[in-house]
């Protein structure tokens, strides 16, 4: 079965606001990466964490790897943060990536 | 500038024919990978390589084969096409292959087989 399972598939904000996307591991995972799909459909980096939490500018990423999961925070949402996120574990110990389905945000003004 | 090129972008195929999908890293990474995202599936791992060697190979069909001629370069060489290959392929590379390595991404070659 699915062993990242991403929330929400989408989700609207308006310009200023705020939330939160998920994953949730159905096994141990070693490391998560999150990444956003800009509208030329390359993949961006954000965030890679073994545990704890980062942060950058408008976005705080967390990952608990006992607890199977990892948040992305996304705080003061602009209209250049539309696009697909994507977060994306490890377990193996041999960095193959599995991907959880995608969060389509859309910030409207 | 980009760091992993991909070519080409875009690719018609057709069906039983064979192309080879390009990607070279400037990242001075030892570690490349190839994943794969069908429609409305979420991208899927296939390949591994490290210091131009196969280490993992998660695809089923032998029609699906990378090629490493030098160091900072993966090409995909997939024979005989099927329409179920339409997909868009992303090459990834890191530091080295074990956990603790970020990996980085391409930006794809949507591959479609007519």
């Known amino acids: 079965g699915d062993q990242v399972e991403q929330s929400p598939s989408a989700l609207s904000l308006h310009e200023g606001t705020g939330s939160a996307l998920r994953c949730n591991f159905t096994t141990t995972m070693r490391a998560v990466q999150w990444f956003r799909k800009n509208s030329r459909g390359s993949l961006i980096n954000l965030f890679y964490l073994a545990s704890g939490t980062k942060e950058n500018g408008r976005l705080k990423s967390a990952f608990d790897s006992k607890e199977r999961y990892s948040t992305l925070h996304i705080r003061d949402a602009q209209l250049e943060d539309s696009g697909t996120y994507f977060c994306?574990?490890?377990?193996?110990?041999?960095?193959?990536?599995?991907f959880g389905k995608g969060t389509v945000l859309l910030v409207s003004p | 500038d980009p760091k992993i090129i991909q070519k080409p972008k875009y690719l018609v195929a057709v069906t039983g024919s064979e192309k080879i999908l390009i990607c070279e890293q400037y990242l001075g990474h030892n570690a490349m990978y190839w994943y794969r995202q069908s429609a409305k599936k979420p991208l899927e791992f296939m390949f591994s390589y490290s210091y131009q060697k196969l280490m993992d190979n998660q695809t089923a069909s032998s029609r699906f084969q990378p090629q490493s001629s030098k160091k900072n370069h993966l090409d995909l060489q997939i024979t005989a096409l099927k329409p179920d290959d339409s997909a868009t392929y992303f090459c990834?590379?890191?530091?080295?292959?074990?956990?603790?390595?970020?990996?980085?991404f391409g930006p794809g070659t949507r591959l479609t087989v007519l």
């Open positions: 994306a574990a490890e377990n193996s110990g041999y960095n193959k990536l599995t």
């Open positions: 990834a590379s890191s530091q080295e292959r074990d956990w603790g390595n970020e990996q980085y």
